[in-house]
């Protein structure tokens, strides 16, 4: 385990869902955005527990990690 790895994964996913969304116009429907939208809301909820958390380097690490399962789940939804 490297404390990067999720961090450089999220990049990668990111990077390429971002390529993905300009060079194919996305047609997402309710189902796939109620995915986006609770893959991002869980991101945003495991970083704000970093402000309750007794260890606040190990929310942040899980927040990465959902970083990554959040532009992985986008990067789904954009196959044709």
């Known amino acids: 385990f490297f404390a990067t790895a999720f961090g450089w994964t999220a990049l990668a996913f990111a990077w390429a869902t971002i390529v993905a969304v300009v060079l194919v116009t996305p047609r997402w429907g309710q189902l796939d955005l109620t995915w986006i939208l609770a893959a991002a809301t869980l991101c945003v909820f495991t970083f704000c527990s970093a402000l309750w958390a007794g260890s606040a380097g ?15 789940v986008a990067g789904i ?3 044709p």
Do not use: K, P, S
Not at 62 to 70: F, I, K, L, M, T
């Open 58 to 72: 190990t929310a942040v690490n899980q927040g990465q990690r959902a970083v990554v399962y959040a532009t992985a």
């Open 77 to 79: 939804w954009l196959r």
